[in-house]
């Protein structure tokens, strides 16, 4: 899986050397580049507020869950409010959910996390069970078809789907209902 290149678009407000007509406050302590985020889908720009989290966070260790998991994953977020970051925090105090950031109490098992970008995120087994958990009927259909779809291998002439990496997905999701 190629990596997104959103990172390079966000920078904390002390490293501003553009001017500032050129860069819009994505959250205190972060900036974007004005003309990427106009051009961004919500996917891009949920990558996007999540480096600018990441960037801020001072001690605290977490994963990014739910819908921004699933941008990171490459999941349209279809019918979803895609505002604010989600995130599972490692520790056992965590800091409270704030206006942008949703911070969701739930344990973590060993395999439940990856690394995208350079960012801890849930996996794509837990990222879709989060989703069909939490979202409305079609929303999560639309998360799950995408999550299958990545089950496939691509051929010279044509895209087969690959049975036994779709019937694994579908089993570890179902696996945690």
């Not at 999540?50 to 279809?78: G, K, M, N, Q, Y």
């Not at 002439?157 to 036994?164: F, H, P, Q, S």
Request: include cysteine; charge should be positive; charged fraction near 25%.
């Amino acid at each position: 899986m190629e990596s997104h290149a959103e990172a390079r678009h966000v920078y904390p407000h002390r490293s501003l050397t553009r001017p500032l007509s050129d860069a819009s406050r994505l959250r205190y302590g972060a900036a974007v580049a004005t003309t990427p985020w106009g051009l961004a889908h919500d996917e891009t720009r949920q990558r996007m507020r999540a480096h600018a989290v990441a960037s801020l966070a001072r001690r605290e260790c977490f994963a990014f869950s739910d819908i921004t998991a699933a941008a990171f994953h490459d999941i349209p977020l279809v019918g979803v409010d895609a505002r604010r970051v989600h995130t599972i925090p490692f520790g056992d105090n965590p800091s409270k959910t704030h206006r942008d950031v949703v911070r969701h109490k739930i344990p973590l098992r060993a395999g439940d996390v990856t690394i995208r970008d350079g960012l801890w995120v849930t996996s794509l087994d837990r990222t879709l069970f989060d989703l069909v958990r939490r979202l409305r009927f079609e929303p999560a259909l639309a998360a799950m078809c995408a999550g299958l779809h990545q089950c496939r291998t691509t051929g010279a002439e044509r895209v087969a789907v690959d049975r036994a990496a779709e019937t694994q997905l579908y089993a570890l999701v179902a696996q945690r209902v």
